[in-house]
């Protein structure tokens, strides 16, 4: 008599394993797409996302980043920079502050240089959004490495901007360390979709702030 539900029960829990599988293989399937993409587009601005620098010096991974808004904005794809970033504790300068330095170093003018902050993707782009609409920029080439370019064009998107993608070409992130990373970030979509970027960007400071003061 049981064999029957027990049945339907395993049916539905298959289906609903099923479709979380599907679920995040897509988002993996878009976020290895568009790690691939390098846009040319012309746009209003290029953003860039910041990452660890030490001592106002960007790491090789964020170098990586600026050199490809450099490639960029050398054939004139945009006429405006946002960098982005915030100050770890410690810091001397903010990421955003460290990335406009090696720009300027690297013939980009300092006054279309705009500089945002923020400790996530989230933030880097919603701190930036009063210079952004300040200065009338809807269309967006979109800077980072390439596990990540498309979630920051999601949240960019969600915040009103039209995006498009542009990987860095040298990033740290290669052969088999590049599973993690890839597999991460479409957690991290994954659950952006379902809580909202905003809100999950919420969450996670706030699961960073009580670790942080937790002995």
């Known amino acids: ?13 298959g289906l609903l394993i099923s479709s979380v599988v599907v679920y995040f293989a897509f988002g993996f399937v878009q976020i290895w797409l568009a790690g691939h993409q390098h846009s040319h587009r012309v746009s209003d601005a290029i953003v860039v996302f910041g990452t660890r620098q030490d001592n106002c010096v960007p ?12 490639r960029l904005y050398e054939l004139h794809l945009a006429p405006r920079v946002v960098v982005t970033g915030g100050r770890q504790p410690g810091d001397r300068c903010t990421e955003a502050q460290a990335s406009r330095y090696y720009l300027v170093a690297r013939g980009i003018p300092r006054s279309v240089i705009l500089e945002g902050g923020g400790n996530d993707t989230w933030e880097n782009i919603a701190s930036s959004l009063p210079l952004i609409t300040q200065n009338n920029i809807h269309t967006v080439l979109i800077v980072s490495d390439p596990f990540h370019v498309y979630r920051a064009g999601r949240i960019a998107a969600a915040l009103g901007l039209d995006p498009a993608p ?7 992130v ?7 990373y890839y597999f991460g970030e479409t957690l991290r979509v994954g659950m952006g979709r379902i809580l909202g970027y905003q809100r999950m960007s919420e969450w996670l400071g706030g699961i960073k702030k009580v670790s942080s003061v937790t002995p």
Not at 1 to 13: E, F, Y
Not at 59 to 70: F, I, M, N, Q, W
């Open 1 to 13: 008599m049981l064999l029957g539900p027990i049945k339907l029960a395993l049916k539905v829990v």
């Open 59 to 70: 790491s090789p991974t964020l170098a990586g980043r600026l050199d490809e808004v450099v």
């Open 174 to 180: 290669v052969g088999r360390a590049s599973v993690s």
């Open 166 to 172: 542009s990987a860095t070409t040298s990033t740290f």
